[in-house]
Every structure is written in C-alpha cells, then in structure tokens.
Nanobody, 123 residues
Framework: VQLQASGGGLVQPGGSLRLSCAAS??????MGWFRQAPGKEREFVAA????????LYAESVKGRFTISRDNAKNTVYLQMSSLKPEDTAVYYC???????????????????WGQGTLVTVSS
C-alpha cells in the first residue's frame, strides 16, 4: 500500500495549487489531508468520505480549499485557492484502513500516510 502525494510548489499569495494523492495497493473509504508548518505540529486540513458526499474542513481553510476524489483513479485531490503565507507547510495525504466511512480530523484515525509535498506561499 502506498500513497503518493504531488503538486506542491512555490506560489504567490492569492494564487492557487492543486495537490494530488494517488493510492495504490487497495482502495480506501475515508481519506484526508493534513499539513505541518516548520516548528509546528501536524494539523488537520480536510477530509472526505468514499462518495465525497461528506467533507470537512479546518476553519482556517474553509471556503478556500476543496477536497475531492476520483475513485476510478484511486486519487484524492486538494484544490487550494486564495493561498496565504500561513498556508506554507508540507502537506500530507492520509487514508483510514477501516471499513468505516466518515470524516476524521485526528491523526490517529488514519493509518497510511503519503510522503508529503511542500507548498510555499511567498512573493
């Protein structure tokens, strides 16, 4: 089982980026994105169920970020818009190995993690 995150880079404030996380080896119901800024703990960003009918966002990104998925490609996305310098972090995708299908915000709810992709928001 592997999660491969991609799409990070350098973007100016107000810009947009789309992160992708391709899963291989199996499919997952609950998936999410977390981020970790330098010197800070890893924090929840967004989560989705299998169908995408239920999603959840951290207050700091609500209205600016959108999580989505393409189950045919076994891939989850994070569309980020109106980016701010405080969004600078390494972004990790995560997957829950259980059959339960919900939106989870805690690190311990996820069992597989991608390698992280760096997003830098700076002028």
């Amino acid at each position: 089982v592997q999660l491969q995150a991609s799409g990070g880079g350098l973007v100016q404030p107000g810009g947009s980026l789309r992160l992708s996380c391709a899963a291989s080896g199996r499919t997952f119901n609950s998936m999410g994105w977390f981020r970790q800024a330098p010197g800070k703990e890893r924090e929840f960003v967004a989560a989705t169920t299998w169908s995408g009918a239920s999603t959840l966002y951290a207050e700091s990104v609500k209205g600016r970020f959108t999580i989505s998925r393409d189950n045919a490609k076994n891939t989850v996305y994070l569309q980020m818009s109106s980016l701010k310098p405080e969004d600078t972090a390494v972004y990790y995708c995560a997957a829950d190995r259980r059959l339960s299908d919900g939106v989870w915000t805690e690190l311990y709810e996820y069992h597989y993690w991608g390698q992280g992709t760096l997003v830098t928001v700076s002028s």
